[in-house]
């Protein structure tokens, strides 16, 4: 049976890899600081035999006792807000936590898959994004703290790869939603269900003119699976290349949510929130055979009926 440690597996993204690889069969070692994590989206998990849970924070020195095949580094807030609240964690996160985690794989002979993020491309001057794009980031505005953090994250992880030949492999996940993402996250799709639900305003930043491309978590899961497996230690970009604007999610959130009232208000546009973004998946179609398949509106509805559960509904 293989070993796999998840950090950050109580969150959004690493509960649902740790739900995958518990069902293909996998022991999961799951590990979580639980800043921003939630032991909800894991207690299903608990009980079952081949998973176990640390709460550690991986910034500090990781121990894991036995043999291990592979480390999935998907520890760090991800939300803007949550990096404005935690600037400090976040840094140390993305740098300690993934030196830390470089080296337990280096000692064990794991191969490690981090968590990159579209973010290294910061407020792109190309789009869509190609892995090829250096990026636009501005290291001391707001968001710099998760961006650098990330692009540092980037650096140590080849480091490791060509000086320590550490098998390596870089996932720039662009947005995602889908269930268990948190009422309060803060960014935009769980905010405008929470908001939608409640009947209250949708606060669309700026004139809503910025896009974004969504990707369903079932879909970037399966993207991250594959790419694991795969024997390819560049960065993929693993995203859905449908890419709306932020008006037309909200409308599109209004337009599912049952008997809502909410209406539209716009407010301030955050320093530095990127104006355009969508994946060039074609390294990800070659490479990995993978396309996303969830259908946009199927995904919101999705997204819906699960936060309807968080209001009694
Ligand atoms: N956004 C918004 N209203 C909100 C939350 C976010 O209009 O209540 C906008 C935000 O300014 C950005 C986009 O939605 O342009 C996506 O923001 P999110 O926080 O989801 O993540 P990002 O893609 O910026 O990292």
């Not at 794991?110 to 290294?120: K, M, Q, W, Y």
């Not at 497996?229 to 949510?257: K, R």
């Not at 301030?268 to 398949?293: C, G, H, M, S, Y």
Request: contains cysteine; proline residues 5%.
């Amino acid at each position: 049976m293989k070993r796999i440690l998840i950090t950050g597996a109580a969150g959004f993204l690493g509960s649902h890899l740790s739900d995958r690889f518990i069902k293909e069969g996998y022991e999961v070692i799951g590990m979580d600081n639980l800043i921003t994590g939630d032991m909800d989206n894991i207690a299903h998990l608990l009980p079952l035999e081949h998973f176990s849970f640390h709460h550690h924070d991986v910034s500090n020195y990781v121990h894991i006792a036995g043999d291990l095949d592979y480390i999935l580094h998907f520890a760090s807030p991800a939300s803007p807000i949550d990096y404005l609240k935690m600037p400090i964690q976040t840094l140390k996160v993305g740098s300690l936590g993934t030196h830390n985690l470089l080296g337990l794989a280096k000692a064990k002979g794991a191969r490690i898959l981090i968590a990159s993020t579209s973010e290294v491309y910061g407020d792109p001057l190309v789009n869509p994004q190609p892995e090829e794009y250096w990026g636009n980031v501005n290291p001391i505005g707001p968001r710099g703290v998760y961006d650098e953090a990330k692009r540092f994250q980037e650096a140590m992880t080849m480091a490791y790869h060509t000086y320590h030949s550490v098998e390596i492999r870089i996932a720039r996940i662009f947005n995602t939603y889908g269930p268990r993402m948190r009422v309060n996250d803060g960014r935009a799709l769980p905010t405008f269900f929470s908001q939608a639900i409640e009947s209250k305003d949708i606060t669309v930043y700026g004139d809503g003119s910025q896009t974004r491309a969504f990707c369903y978590v079932d879909d970037l899961v399966e993207g991250i699976y594959r790419l694991l497996h795969s024997d390819y230690s560049l960065p993929v970009n693993i995203g859905n290349p449908d890419e709306i604007t932020i008006l037309q999610a909200a409308q599109e959130v209004i337009e599912i949510v049952e008997g809502t009232t909410s209406k539209i208000i716009q407010q301030e546009l955050p320093k530095d929130d990127p104006k355009v973004r969508r994946p060039d998946i074609t390294k990800a179609q070659n490479i990995l055979d993978w396309f996303p398949t969830v259908d946009r509106h199927d995904g919101f509805r999705r997204t819906y009926e699960y936060f309807k559960t968080k209001f009694g509904g």
